[in-house]
């Protein structure tokens, strides 16, 4: 390998089980919550060797939005919409009960793209506000409440986890990491065994408040929260709506989590599958020439991690070059290492990949 390179080997010895097993558990040990250090540094902790990497400036973290942030957002955007649809109430046609609650139901559908066509605007003002608070509410719907939702799911894995294990007797570290290892997995479930339980409770409220059969009602759940919200069937009574004002949210945002969690566990086990078929096919003499980026007609640690990494999809070369490009900026004095030197004589512009 030339010197401008990184010298052979990478990472010093081999990778054997007891790394792999260390790296695993370090990452299992890492905490969310945010210290007193720069933002975007990476901190550690001698007492336990592991690293905990903070977010980057500018970054949300996803554990910062609070539920009463969410419900802060959503307050002000149906309060502004009650007070709008209610000075307007007489440009707004179709079956109406009552001021305020309909104002409240008119921006709930709104927001959630459901839009019954029970309650339209039918003058020139009402409709621009109906368009205001279309473009508002999906925001606010892709933006706050799906993420409220998310992190909601989140916290009900542990439960779950319970619930499926409960069988055996865990420790809380032994369900942590039961949990960790199949995340998506146990946010799919909860979001599918929520939506049930949502579209049961929309039919029976149907069917017992609204009057509607039990085909027709279960028609109209389908219809909600999709977003199809065709228009035959809908909210018409008070308690209806009131009803319909907090479950057609609840119900809209869990189905767009259910679709979301369901290509989550799609793709990871697609790439579970990947990963298996990586580290257990057997090499050819061309997967070694191949993977000799230094084309020494030698494979060393770091080069055989390197292309393994690629052929997992975890990594792309373009990936490789850039930390190289990195790496070679750091190394000043073109040895092939970094040494203590070497970053006291870069400059922090040269940090730039």
């Known amino acids: 390998m030339s010197n401008t390179d990184v010298k052979d080997p990478l990472l010093p010895g081999t990778v054997g089980s007891s790394l792999q097993s260390h790296l695993k558990k370090a990452l299992k040990r890492r905490k969310n919550h945010v210290s007193g250090s720069a933002p975007g540094e990476e901190v550690l902790h001698p007492e ?4 905990k990497t903070l977010h980057p400036p500018g970054s949300f973290a996803p554990n910062s939005l609070k539920f009463r942030h969410v419900f802060l957002f959503l307050a002000v955007y149906l309060g502004i919409g009650v007070v709008c649809f209610s000075l307007i109430r007489d440009q707004i046609e179709g079956k109406k009960t009552n001021g305020v609650l309909d104002a409240i139901y008119l921006c709930v559908v709104t927001m959630t793209t459901v839009g019954y066509g029970d309650l339209v605007p039918s003058s020139t003002l009402a ?15 892709g933006f706050v409440l799906s993420k409220a939702a998310d992190s909601f799911l989140e916290k009900q894995e542990i439960l779950f986890a319970k619930v499926i294990h409960l069988h055996k007797h865990y420790d809380s570290t032994e369900l942590a990491d039961v949990v960790e290892s199949n995340k998506v997995k ?7 065994m929520l939506l049930v339980g949502l579209m049961i409770a929309g039919t029976l409220f149907l069917v017992f408040v609204e009057g509607l059969t039990v085909f027709d009602a279960f028609y ?3 219809a909600t929260i999709t977003t199809l919200g065709y228009g035959d069937k809908s909210f018409s009574t008070k308690l209806g709506r009131i ?13 767009a989590q259910f679709f979301y969690y369901f290509a ?11 990963i298996k078929w990586a580290l257990t096919r057997k090499l050819t003499v061309s997967d070694l020439r191949a993977a000799d980026l230094d084309n020494n007609d030698e494979v060393s640690a770091a080069e055989f991690i390197v292309y393994k990494l690629k052929e997992m999809g975890k990594i792309t070369d373009e990936d490789v070059m850039t930390v190289m490009k990195g790496f070679k900026m750091l190394d000043v004095d073109l040895s092939g290492t970094l040494a203590e030197s070497d970053l006291v004589q870069s400059e922090p512009s040269e940090l730039k990949v």
């Open 48 to 51: 336990h060797n592991d690293v």
């Open 127 to 141: 409709k621009f506000l109906a368009c205001v608070f279309a473009f508002a509410g999906m925001v606010l719907v």
């Open 186 to 192: 146990y946010k799919f479930l909860t979001a599918l």
């Open 220 to 222: 109209c759940v389908c």
């Open 243 to 255: 009803f319909a004002s907090f479950w057609i949210v609840i119900s809209t945002i869990c189905l």
């Open 264 to 274: 989550e566990v799609y793709t990871e086990q697609r790439q579970r599958s990947m």
